[in-house]
């Protein structure tokens, strides 16, 4: 009788905690344990980076005004050479409170190269108005100006959702 009770008893709790997954999982949208890493490779390798290079702590600090030490994840390529436009900053917050002011950042770095390239650079200041965007996709924001932004803020999503890009 006890053997039964235990066996019964067990395949109860057996089953909640399954559905418990079950529901964390569909309520999250899978995307709550995307690794940086991950997301970071879906969204480079839509975009040409050949003309940027990696940049350091201190370039995303005097670029952004954001320090990376600040959040869970940063990686930034800027434009290797002054009449480039092509950028692609990635952020992972600690929490979402971080977003809004990640946000005003990347806007602010879009103005200032709007700023620098309208009277001059027809071609880049229409890149820099046609081909950025920022997107957020759970604890990650990405900003970007690329011919290839599409494809990126596509890829970005898919990362997220579990798709391949």
Not at 11 to 30: D, M, N
């Given at each position: 009788?006890?053997?039964?009770?235990?066996l019964g008893v067990g395949r109860?709790?057996?089953?909640?905690?399954?559905?418990?997954?079950l529901l964390r999982l569909l309520?999250?949208?899978?995307?709550?344990?995307?690794?940086?890493?991950?997301?970071?490779?879906?969204?480079?390798?839509?975009v040409d980076l050949s003309e940027?290079?990696?940049?350091?702590?201190?370039?995303?600090?005097?670029?952004?005004?954001?320090?990376?030490?600040?959040?869970?994840?940063?990686?930034?390529?800027?434009?290797?050479?002054?009449?480039?436009?092509?950028?692609?900053?990635?952020?992972?917050?600690?929490?979402?409170?971080?977003?809004?002011?990640?946000?005003?950042?990347?806007?602010?770095?879009?103005?200032?190269?709007?700023?620098?390239?309208?009277?001059?650079?027809?071609?880049?200041?229409?890149?820099?108005?046609?081909?950025?965007?920022?997107?957020?996709?759970?604890?990650?924001?990405?900003?970007?100006?690329?011919?290839?932004?599409?494809?990126?803020?596509?890829?970005?999503?898919?990362?997220?959702?579990?798709?391949?890009?």
């Amino acid at each position: 009788m006890r053997k039964t009770f235990f066996l019964g008893v067990g395949r109860w709790l057996t089953a909640a905690v399954i559905g418990f997954f079950l529901l964390r999982l569909l309520f999250s949208g899978g995307s709550a344990d995307v690794p940086f890493e991950t997301v970071t490779n879906a969204v480079v390798q839509t975009v040409d980076l050949s003309e940027a290079k990696t940049a350091d702590a201190q370039m995303v600090r005097r670029l952004y005004g954001l320090d990376p030490a600040d959040y869970a994840g940063c990686v930034l390529y800027y434009p290797a050479q002054s009449m480039g436009v092509t950028e692609l900053l990635l952020v992972r917050v600690r929490d979402k409170t971080q977003i809004d002011a990640v946000k005003a950042a990347m806007q602010a770095r879009l103005s200032g190269q709007e700023a620098v390239f309208a009277g001059y650079a027809p071609e880049q200041y229409a890149l820099c108005q046609n081909g950025s965007a920022v997107s957020v996709q759970g604890l990650d924001v990405l900003f970007l100006i690329s011919a290839d932004k599409d494809d990126a803020v596509r890829a970005f999503a898919q990362a997220h959702s579990g798709g391949n890009p």
